[in-house]
C-alpha cells in the first residue's frame, strides 16, 4: 500500500536571497571567500555588469547586492547601505583610469569617453577634471573597449578589467598615459575613493532583517578568508587572467579596500557633498 504525505506536512522551501556580483576582478575576493565557506549554501550570487545590478536590485529581483557608489546616492530615498563593508581604496585602486593621449591638464574642450559600467568612475573623473584640473571637456559615452574609445576621444575613462590591463601593463602605448582615479582623489581630497557599496532595498531591510543579517555577516567573513588566502587566491585567478599571480595578489592586499570605516565614509561624503548629492543618507 502506498503511504501519501498529506499536504500539510510538505513544508514548502524558502528561497535564498539572490544577491548580485559585480562580474569585474574586483570583487572577486568577496567571492572567493563566500565560495571557501559553507555561505554559498544559504545565498544566491547572480552575476551582471554593475550597471545593471542597481536597475535588478530596485525592481525587487535582487535582495542585496553591490552597486555602484553614485547609484547608491542617486536612490538613497528607497536604498540602505551595508555597514562596514564597501569597495575602494586608500590610494591607487589599479581598477579605474583616465586614460588618455594628453596630460590631463590639456583636455579642455577635448573629448573624453566615459565607459558605461562605471557611474562612479565617471562622476570621479567630471570632479578631477573640473573641479581640480580646471577644465571642461566633451563627454561621450560608450561601450568599455579602451581601443574603441581612443578611436574617437582624446581621453576615456575605464573601469574594471580595462583599467587592470591598463594600470598593470604600462605603458599602454607610445604617447598614452593611464591615470589612477584612487591615487588622483587622495592626492587631491587627502581620504580614501569609495568605488561601490552593499545595498538593499528599505522594503526589504524591514521585511527580512535576519536575512539580510545574514547576507552581511557572511560578507564580512568572507572578507577576512580571502584575505587570509590571498595568495592562493591570486594563484588560482591567475590561471584565467591576463595577470601574473604577484600582480593580483597586489591588487587584492594592496590596492583593493572593502573596509567602510571613518575614513572611508569621510571620503565617500566628501565625493557626495563635490557631487551635488544630500549626505543625510550616508553612514556617519
Known amino acids: 500500500m502506498i503511504c501519501m504525505t498529506s499536504s500539510s506536512q510538505i513544508r ?127 563627454y561621450v559615452t560608450r561601450p568599455p573597449d579602451l581601443e574603441v574609445m581612443l578611436d574617437s576621444a582624446d581621453a576615456a575613462v575605464v573601469t574594471g578589467d580595462a583599467a587592470l590591463a591598463a594600470t598593470m601593463n604600462r605603458p599602454v602605448s607610445p604617447g598614452v598615459r593611464a591615470y589612477d582615479l584612487g591615487e588622483l582623489w587622495r592626492r587631491w581630497s587627502g581620504l580614501p575613493f569609495v568605488l561601490a557599496v552593499w545595498a538593499v532595498r528599505k522594503e526589504t531591510a524591514a521585511r527580512q532583517p535576519d536575512i539580510v543579517g545574514m547576507v552581511h555577516r557572511s560578507l564580512l567573513a568572507a572578507r577576512g578568508l580571502a584575505r587570509s588566502e590571498s595568495r592562493e587566491l591570486a594563484d588560482r585567478v591567475a590561471f584565467w587572467e591576463p595577470f601574473t599571480a604577484p600582480m593580483l595578489q597586489d591588487f587584492f592586499t594592496r590596492a583593493l579596500a572593502f573596509s567602510l570605516g571613518k575614513r572611508e565614509r569621510l571620503g565617500l561624503s566628501e565625493f557626495a557633498r563635490r557631487s551635488g548629492y544630500v549626505t543625510a543618507a550616508l553612514p556617519s
Request: charged residues 20%; proline residues 7%; hydrophobic residues 40%.
Open 12 to 138: 514548502q522551501p524558502t528561497r535564498r536571497p539572490r544577491v548580485g556580483r559585480s562580474a569585474f576582478l574586483t570583487c572577486t575576493p568577496l567571492y572567493w571567500g563566500l565560495a571557501r565557506s559553507t555561505a554559498l549554501l544559504d545565498i544566491d550570487l547572480v552575476q551582471d555588469t554593475p550597471d545593471r545590478l542597481t536597475g535588478r536590485l530596485l525592481s525587487g529581483d535582487l535582495d542585496v547586492s553591490s552597486i555602484s557608489l553614485v547609484e547608491y546616492l542617486r536612490h538613497s530615498d528607497d536604498l540602505v547601505m551595508l555597514p562596514d563593508i564597501a569597495v575602494g581604496s586608500d590610494g591607487p585602486i589599479q581598477s579605474c583610469a583616465i586614460v588618455t593621449k594628453v596630460p590631463l591638464s590639456a583636455l579642455d574642450c577635448r573629448t573624453v569617453a566615459l565607459a558605461t559600467t562605471s557611474p562612479t568612475s565617471a562622476q570621479m573623473s567630471r570632479l578631477l577634471l573640473e573641479q581640480h584640473y580646471g577644465v571642461t571637456p566633451r
